[in-house]
């Protein structure tokens, strides 16, 4: 059974840093493509960053370009978002998905596997 776990949110001021850590079980992490999703009140949910099976192809939504960054560590079955100069704008719930497709944004499938969410907030 395939499981991920986030960590790392909480509160920030604007134009702060948090590291969410995603770690992932019940499968060959290196070989599936993973991804941050956020949801906010009121709000669809939206693909952050996600990064293919190969870490070939990384997405950001435009957003979040230049202040996220999106990495794996597959010894460690980890995937992190690095997300600095924090806005206002950036507070959600963010997910890990696991088995995405990487094409031009960031795919949930029918089989995709989500976490719990670790809620960001940010405040002005």
């Known amino acids: 059974q395939v499981q991920v776990v986030e960590s790392g949110g909480g509160l920030v001021q604007a134009g702060g840093s948090l590291r969410l850590s995603c770690t992932a079980s019940g499968l060959t992490f290196e070989d599936r493509a993973m991804g941050w999703f956020r949801q906010a009140p009121g709000k669809e949910r939206e693909g952050v960053s996600c990064i293919s099976r190969n870490d070939i192809i990384t997405y950001y939504t435009d957003s979040v370009k230049g202040r996220f960054t999106i990495s794996r560590d597959n010894a460690d079955n980890t995937l992190y978002l690095q997300m600095n100069s924090l806005r206002p704008e950036d507070t959600a719930m963010y997910y890990c998905?696991?088995?995405?497709?990487?094409?031009?944004?960031?795919?949930?499938?029918?089989?995709?596997?989500w976490g719990q969410g670790t809620q960001v907030t940010v405040s002005s």
């Open positions: 998905a696991a088995d995405i497709r990487v094409v031009n944004r960031c795919w949930a499938m029918s089989d995709t596997t």
